[in-house]
C-alpha cells in the first residue's frame, strides 16, 4: 500500500533547485526543474550516503556536494563519477499548492 | 568515538591495507561527517554555479602559453636561448596540469561536461596521473582528508622523507612510480591498495588508458632515436621533472606539517595567499580549506567564498614564504618527535574545535617536547 506524503508547499522551492523531506526516519530530496516541474528522489547518495539536498542542481542534474557525483533526478540514473548506482525516484504531484511525493 | 589528535606510541602504517586503515573504520574517523561553516542556502547556490567562460579563457591563455613555449624552445635548440622557453613550457606541461587535473576532475571549472572531460584527460597524460586511478584515490582524499591508512594522497608521511621531498621537486621520486604504476597497469595488474578505492568495474578502464600512454611514450622515444635527439622528450615526458617545482611547492603547503586524524578541515588544510601568477598556475588552490570545506565551489568563485567565510577560518597564511617559514621547521621537528604538528589557531569570531573529536592534550604536550 502505497500513501501521498505532503513535503512541502510548491513555491517553498526554487526554480531550478532542491529540498530535503524528512518523514518517518527516511530522507528524501524534492527537487524543482528549470521547467517548473517536481521530482522527488532518496535524499542520500548512493556513493557515500551524503544529503543530496547541499548539492547543485544544474538542468536536470542533481550533483552530490561530496564528490561532485552526478545523477539525472528524474530518472534515478547515475550520471557521474564517483556515483555507479542509481537514485530511487517516487512519483510527485502537486494539490493545492503543495507537493505531494508517494512513499512506497 | 576515539577521533583524537593523540600522540600514538607506535608509528604510523599510512598503507591502505595496514593497522591504521582498519583503526580508522573502527573509530569512525573513516567516512566521517565533517565540520562544515554555515552558510546560507542562497549564497552557496551563487558559489556553485558553474560557467565555461573563465574556464575557456584560462584554458585558451594555458595552451598558448605552452604551444609558443614549446615552439621558442624547439625554435632555439642547441642554444642557451631555448632554456627561458622550456622553463615556461615546463611549468605550464609539469605544473599547471596539476590543478588541471584537479579541477577539471571534481567537474567544476567547465559548466560542459566535456569541456572538464577533455582538459582532464589532456592533463592527467602531462602530470602522469591515470585519470581512472587519481579519479577514484581523489575521491578517497576528499572523504578522508589525512587520515591516516586511509588517505591514499598525503604527500608528506611522518616522520617525513626529506630527501623524497626535495627530489620530487624535479619530479624523480612521482615520476618513476607513475612510470612503474603505468607499466603494471597496461600489464593487467592492478595493486591489491588501488582495488581498496577503485571499483571493479572501472578498473579495465585505468588498464587500457595505461596502454594508450605507453604507446605514446614509446613513439616519443622512437622519434628522438630515429632524429638522434632530446628533443622529443623534452616535448613529452621530461618536463614532468624538470617543471614540477611549481605544483610541489604549492602542493606542499596544502597539509604539509599539520594535523592528521581530524575532520575538521581548519585543522589539517592551509589557505595561503599567493601572487597572481602562482594562482593563474594552480587554479586558485591556495584558498585550499575552502576547497575542502566546499569542494563544489569552483576555482573561480573560491576568493568570493573565502571572503564569506574567513571569520570561521585560521588565519590565511600570507605567502608561499611564509608557508615554507613554517612547514620546514615543522618537518624538522617530526624528524625527531612525529607527533608534532601545527595547530591552527582560530579567530574569536569562528565556532570552536569540537573539543570530542579534537581534544589535542597529548599532542600538544608532545609539541612541547
Not at chain 2, 572538464?116 to 579519479?135: E, G, H, K, L, S
Not at chain 2, 612510480?177 to 588501488?194: L, W
Not at chain 2, 614540477?244 to 595561503?272: C, F, K, P, Y
Amino acid at each position: 500500500m502505497s500513501d501521498w506524503v505532503e513535503a512541502c508547499g510548491a513555491d517553498d522551492i526554487d526554480e531550478e533547485d532542491v529540498m530535503r523531506f524528512d518523514h518517518d526516519g527516511r530522507t528524501f530530496a524534492i527537487y524543482r526543474s528549470p521547467d517548473d516541474e517536481y521530482f522527488a528522489t532518496d535524499g542520500l547518495c548512493t556513493h557515500e550516503k551524503v544529503h543530496l539536498a547541499d548539492g547543485l542542481v544544474m538542468d536536470d542534474i542533481i550533483e552530490c556536494p561530496k564528490h561532485n557525483g552526478r545523477f539525472n533526478y528524474k530518472t534515478g540514473a547515475a550520471r557521474g563519477a564517483p556515483v555507479c548506482v542509481n537514485l530511487r525516484t517516487y512519483p510527485v504531484k502537486l494539490d493545492a499548492g503543495k507537493v505531494l511525493i508517494q512513499i512506497g | 568515538m576515539e577521533a583524537t589528535l593523540s600522540a600514538m606510541p607506535s608509528r604510523r602504517d599510512y598503507s591502505l591495507l595496514g593497522r591504521d586503515a582498519k583503526r580508522a573504520v573502527e573509530t569512525g574517523l573513516a567516512a566521517a561527517e565533517w565540520y562544515h561553516t554555515d552558510v546560507p542556502r542562497k549564497q552557496m547556490k551563487e558559489l556553485m554555479q558553474r560557467s565555461d567562460g573563465p574556464a575557456i579563457r584560462d584554458t585558451i591563455i594555458w595552451l598558448s602559453a605552452l604551444v609558443l613555449s614549446g615552439a621558442g624552445g624547439a625554435w632555439f635548440w642547441g642554444t642557451w636561448w631555448c632554456v627561458p622557453f622550456f622553463f615556461v613550457y615546463g611549468v605550464l606541461y609539469g605544473s599547471s596540469t596539476d590543478s588541471r587535473w584537479h579541477e577539471c576532475g571534481h567537474g567544476t571549472a567547465f559548466r560542459t561536461q566535456w569541456m572538464n572531460d577533455a582538459v582532464y584527460q589532456i592533463a592527467c597524460f602531462m602530470i602522469m596521473r591515470n585519470p581512472v586511478t587519481w579519479r577514484w584515490s581523489h575521491t578517497r582524499h576528499h572523504t578522508d582528508t589525512i587520515i591516516v591508512g586511509r588517505d591514499p594522497e598525503i604527500a608528506v608521511m611522518r616522520p617525513p622523507d626529506l630527501l623524497r621531498v626535495v627530489l620530487n621537486f624535479f619530479g624523480i621520486v612521482d615520476a618513476w612510480h607513475a612510470m612503474t604504476d603505468m607499466v603494471r597497469n597496461a600489464a593487467g595488474n592492478i595493486s591489491p591498495a588501488e582495488k581498496t578505492f577503485i571499483p571493479e568495474q572501472e578498473q579495465p578502464k585505468a588498464i587500457r588508458i595505461a596502454r594508450i600512454w605507453i604507446a605514446i611514450y614509446a613513439a616519443t622515444i622512437a622519434l628522438a632515436i630515429y632524429s638522434g635527439s632530446f628533443l622529443p622528450l623534452m616535448l613529452v615526458g621530461l618536463p614532468r621533472l624538470y617543471g614540477a617545482w611549481h605544483h610541489v611547492m604549492t602542493g606542499l603547503l596544502q597539509h604539509g606539517g599539520l594535523a592528521e586524524n581530524v575532520i575538521d578541515h581548519r585543522l589539517n588544510s592551509r589557505t595561503v595567499h599567493m601572487n597572481p601568477i602562482s594562482r593563474f598556475i594552480y587554479w586558485n588552490m591556495n584558498y585550499h580549506v575552502e576547497h575542502h570545506m566546499f569542494p563544489m565551489v569552483p576555482y573561480h568563485a573560491l576568493p568570493r567564498l573565502h571572503e564569506l567565510i574567513k571569520h570561521d577560518l585560521p588565519a590565511p597564511t600570507p605567502s608561499i614564504l611564509a608557508g615554507y617559514r613554517e612547514m620546514v621547521p615543522a618537518f624538522l621537528r617530526q624528524l625527531r618527535n612525529e607527533d608534532y604538528f601545527l595547530k591552527r589557531e582560530l579567530p574569536p569570531t569562528a565556532k570552536p574545535y569540537r573539543e570530542e573529536f579534537h581534544n589535542d592534550n597529548d599532542a600538544v604536550a608532545a609539541a612541547a617536547e
